[in-house]
T-cell receptor
């Protein structure tokens, strides 16, 4: 069935370090791809999205490129801040019910 | 525009009881999905409604049921509560049904504790 695999957390970085969170997926059809962020005690916020191959989604300094050939959608940021500390979820939307599919998420902890 | 609002924010129930969680969709959105997020886990899809009809369901038993109203607000009902039902329940709304490329807007969730 449809699934998503993210790198295991926690990812611990110093402020201004470069961030990569890997994401690969399996999904039927041609899914749209999303990254969501969840701050402690809150719901999920849409961070960025891409709807077709080679599209690059970007927001708040974060970027991810839809790589259909490798079924990947890795999240990157050039310089992280303490305020970026949260759990990040990669989520394809597709399959028979066109639902979002989540993995376990990746916890990012940024230290000053 | 208003976002997605859920009520209540926290709830404590006893095993065997029934619970109803409520969700108001973002203005203009006609699709709503419900997710269960256990502690430390990613959200798991429960079901989705599009224009008041259920059009997708995850691997949850029939005691999880839902409704979507003409104004696109929604309810999640859980009967015969079990301890494992303790989780954060997230409602998410979107525009469009099947094949929609749009992302969902999530509410802040209802934290349900079953004791």
């Amino acid at each position: 069935g449809d699934s998503v695999t993210q790198m295991e957390g926690p990812v611990t970085l110093s402020e201004e370090a470069f961030l990569t969170i890997n994401c690969t997926y399996t999904a039927t059809g041609y899914p749209s791809l999303f990254w969501y962020v969840q701050y402690p005690g809150e719901g999920l916020q849409l961070l960025l999205k891409a709807t077709k191959a080679d599209d690059k989604g970007s927001n708040k300094g974060f970027e991810a490129t839809y790589r259909k050939e490798t079924t990947s959608f890795h999240l990157e940021k050039g310089s992280v801040q303490v305020s970026d500390s949260a759990v990040y979820f990669c989520a394809p939307r597709g399959g028979a019910t066109n639902k979002l599919i989540f993995g376990t998420g990746t916890l990012l902890a940024v230290q000053p | 525009e208003t976002g997605v609002t859920q009520s209540p924010t926290h709830l404590i129930k006893t095993r065997g009881q029934q619970v109803t969680l409520r969700c108001s969709s973002q203005s203009g959105h006609n699709t709503v999905s419900w997710y269960q997020q256990a502690l430390g886990q990613g959200p798991q899809f429960i079901f989705q409604y599009y224009r008041e009809e259920e059009n997708g369901r995850g691997n949850f038993p029939p005691r999880f049921s839902g409704l979507q109203f003409p104004n696109y607000s929604s309810e999640l009902n859980v009967n015969a509560l079990e301890l494992d039902d303790s989780a954060l329940y997230l409602c998410a709304s979107s525009l469009g049904g099947d094949r929609s490329p749009y992302g969902y807007t999530f509410g802040s969730g209802t934290r349900l504790t079953v004791v």
